[in-house]
T-cell receptor
């Protein structure tokens, strides 16, 4: 069975500083990997996704993520965070692009706190 | 991006009653919709997958007689929590498959007293 681990329950970063959120997955085949952000009262918003090709993926809001097969990781990064980035971040794995007909398996999330 | 709405956004009900939650894809047709449940400080857990016009497929451990799912059209799926109990209190989120990715609704907070 597939699984996703986000080791950090919460992370505090100063505004303007760089950010890296960790994600490790367990999946037998080639994974489809996603990062979502959840803000209070908002639905989950897709930041970026990886399914093949270049292992460094660019997303919205200045985020990027790098797929490392040898480490089973898909860490999310941003060079300079803004106060508006404070939210809950979820890494997810699917059996097909976009989840398809199979649904997604989510990590437990990382709560990002931005210090002024 | 595509928009998915949920109604109601929050609901409080008495133990033993049934509650219906609607999930609508507003600007796209979703042949497949998913229902997730999110516990506090926990990840989203897939409950079931529903395909328009057919019976939903439930994940292991999810009671299909308690969580009734109907996907009658390409833009509407409903989740009915039957004979709700306090342990059913949770945040329920739906998503629609839009051809390239899943688009998520804002969620419904259910509190069973």
């Amino acid at each position: 069975a597939q699984s996703v681990t986000q080791p950090d329950i919460h992370i505090t970063v100063s505004e303007g500083a760089s950010l890296e959120l960790r994600c490790n997955y367990s999946y037998g085949a080639t994974p489809y990997l996603f990062w979502y952000v959840q803000s209070p009262g908002q639905g989950l918003q897709l930041l970026l996704k990886y399914f093949s090709g270049d292992t460094l993926v660019q997303g919205i809001k200045g985020f990027e993520a790098e797929f490392k097969r040898s480490q089973s990781s898909f860490n999310l990064r941003k060079p300079s965070v803004h106060w508006s980035d404070a939210a809950e971040y979820f890494c997810a794995v699917g059996q097909s692009l976009g989840g398809g007909a199979d649904g997604l398996t989510f990590g437990k999330g990382t709560h990002l706190i931005i210090q002024p | 991006g595509a928009v998915v709405s949920q109604h109601p956004s929050r609901v409080i009900c008495k133990s033993g009653t049934s509650v219906k939650i609607e999930c609508r894809s507003l600007d796209f047709q979703a042949t497949t919709m998913f229902w997730y449940r999110q516990f506090p400080k926990k990840s989203l857990m897939l409950m079931a997958t529903s395909n328009e016009g057919s019976k939903a497929t439930y994940e292991q451990g999810v009671e299909k007689d308690k969580f009734l799912i109907n996907h009658a059209s390409l833009t509407l799926s409903t989740l009915t929590v039957t004979s709700a109990h306090p342990e059913d209190s949770s945040f329920y989120i739906c998503s629609g498959w839009g051809g390239e990715t899943q688009y998520f609704g804002p969620g419904t907070r259910l509190l069973v007293l």
